[in-house]
């Protein structure tokens, strides 16, 4: 198994460890998701499956580069999510937005423009800080797992995508 093909399928994995943590803290230990919160679970899935699309396509130098470009653009959005929430983790209390109607309600009840700002403006929900990790909370993890696999899934599928062509030019 190529170098490229093995980080492909360790990033996968790490995406579903990541996803099956954030279950077991919603269903185990009671802690609800935000809408932010909602969104960088879309994010981290979206990148889970890509890097389980690379590893199973395992294609070559272009088809490579292509995954890494996509695999950078999810985390970044996944990344500007995470950032917005621990913003609004920080701002001091008479700052924060008023918490707001749960996601299910605003989808159903606004139109779509209005929904898609409401939900990525985040509200009160979002800057309850109900977990925290080595002085971090839960989105600045997040945020911290999206540069590690973005960056990471960029520079293995770009940088191991370039070797393999120069390998088998030398075959």
């Known amino acids: 198994m190529s170098i490229r093909r093995l980080a492909n399928l360790i990033g996968f994995l790490i995406c579903v460890l990541l996803m099956a943590y954030a279950y077991y803290s919603q269903f185990h230990d009671g802690l609800q998701p935000c ?44 990344s500007a999510v995470s ?29 779509l423009n209005k929904f898609i700002v409401k939900a990525f403006t985040g509200t009160g929900d979002c800057a309850l800080i109900t977990w925290k990790f080595l002085g971090l909370t839960m989105p600045e ?28 030019n030398k075959i």
């Open 141 to 168: 993890w997040v945020l911290i797992w999206f540069v590690i696999l973005g960056v990471g899934g960029l520079v293995v599928n770009w940088h191991w995508s370039r070797d393999v062509a120069k390998i088998h």
């Open 35 to 78: 809408v932010l919160c909602i969104f960088q679970r879309i994010a981290m899935i979206i990148l889970g499956i890509i890097f389980l699309i690379a590893f199973l396509h395992n294609p070559k130098t272009i088809g490579a580069r292509i995954y890494g470009i996509l695999l950078i653009i999810v985390a970044a959005a996944g």
């Open 83 to 111: 950032i917005r929430q621990s913003y609004l983790q920080h701002l001091p209390l008479w700052k924060q937005p008023p918490c707001g109607p749960g996601l299910n309600y605003m989808f159903n009840s606004l139109p």
